[in-house]
């Protein structure tokens, strides 16, 4: 008697034993079919941010470009239809052009790609800046004549309109830096600082660095 319950009682362990088995895959099997889908769905979330960066930045190269034929038309009518070039700088080897446009800064490698920063007069403080597509750029071989040329066609802009910003001062890097970081990134701030006497209060600006901008400051009025 003792042994058919033995029995009986191994029996049922492995009934529910494979029961428990049974449990776990199903389980698993439902955990990998929801990492798949989460899968899926982050693909076509990240899919759907590029394509709508993708769709921001061909919205505003339709709005350069129309805002480039209005500017056309208005300096026809106002100058007898003479043209003049914008100003532009290439690479050694002719393949990359960086231009200045109005108030945006055009960079272009027919026929791969041309990209333009947000308008000048539009951006923070009259910052450069670019759609996320200028990373690629900075990375090629053209990355460092790129950085350079744009940069010299927006300060060439905000000395036209008289709003430089601090990276245009002929000024040591880290003295620059210095003053950015301490909010003065306008050179209407950073000459009202200095008249008032106040650039020393900045840590790291000495007498040596007040020169530097004294001198800075002078070759740009």
């Excluded at 439902?30 to 919205?59: M, P």
């Excluded at 009259?126 to 690629?136: G, K, S, V, Y």
Aim: with cysteine; hydrophobic share 35%; charged share 30%.
């Amino acid at each position: 008697m003792e042994v058919d319950e033995l029995k009986a009682d191994v029996q049922q362990l492995k009934k529910e034993a494979q029961q428990a088995q049974k449990a776990r895959d199903k389980a698993k099997h439902e955990a990998e079919q929801l990492r798949t889908r989460n899968a899926k769905l982050s693909d076509k979330l990240d899919a759907a941010k590029k394509d709508a960066k993708q769709a921001k930045h061909l919205a505003r190269e339709e709005l350069q470009k129309a805002r480039a034929k209005q500017d056309a038309k208005r300096g026809k009518a106002a100058n007898s239809g003479a043209d003049e070039e914008a100003p532009s700088v290439t690479s050694d080897d002719g393949k990359v052009k960086v231009s200045l446009t109005n108030d945006q800064v055009q960079i272009a490698q027919p026929p791969h790609y041309v990209i333009s920063s947000t308008p000048l007069s539009e951006s923070d403080q009259h910052q450069l800046e670019f759609c996320d597509l200028i990373t690629a750029v900075r990375d090629s071989e053209y990355g460092e004549f790129v950085d350079q040329a744009s940069q010299a066609m927006a300060a060439r802009w905000r000395e036209q309109n008289q709003c430089l910003r601090v990276e245009d001062l002929e000024l040591p890097t880290k003295v620059a830096a210095t003053l950015a970081e301490n909010g003065l990134v306008m050179i209407s701030d950073i000459e009202s600082r200095h008249a008032a006497g106040t650039l020393a209060d900045i840590k790291g600006i000495g007498p040596a660095a007040i020169e530097q901008v004294d001198k800075a400051l002078t070759s740009t009025s």
